[in-house]
C-alpha cells in the first residue's frame, strides 16, 4: 500500500511540475511576442501591457488553485 501511495505522490507531483513547465514557457513565449509587437506599433503598448498583465494575473491564480489542489489531493492520500 505505501508503493501506491508513493508512486501516486510522484505521479502527481510529475504532472505539477509539468504543468508549471508549461507555463513558464508558454509566458516566456507571450513575452517575446509582447516585445516585438511594441517595437513594430509603439503607440499600442499600454492596451497591450495590459492585456499581458491580465493574462498573467489570471495564470497566477490558476497556478494558485493548481497547486492548493495539489496538496490538498495530498493531505486526502495520506490520511
Do not use: H, Q, W
Not at 497547486?67 to 495520506?78: A, D, E, G, V
Request: charged residues 10%.
Amino acid at each position: 500500500m505505501d508503493a501506491i501511495l508513493s508512486s501516486t505522490m510522484s505521479a502527481i507531483g510529475l504532472m505539477l511540475g509539468l504543468a508549471f513547465l508549461g507555463i513558464g514557457i508558454g509566458l516566456g513565449i507571450l513575452g517575446s511576442k509582447v516585445a516585438e509587437a511594441v517595437g513594430r506599433n509603439p503607440e499600442t503598448k499600454n492596451d497591450i501591457v495590459r492585456s499581458v498583465m491580465i493574462i498573467a494575473i489570471v495564470m497566477t491564480v490558476l497556478l494558485l488553485l493548481l497547486f492548493c489542489s495539489y496538496s490538498y489531493c495530498c493531505i486526502l492520500i495520506l490520511t
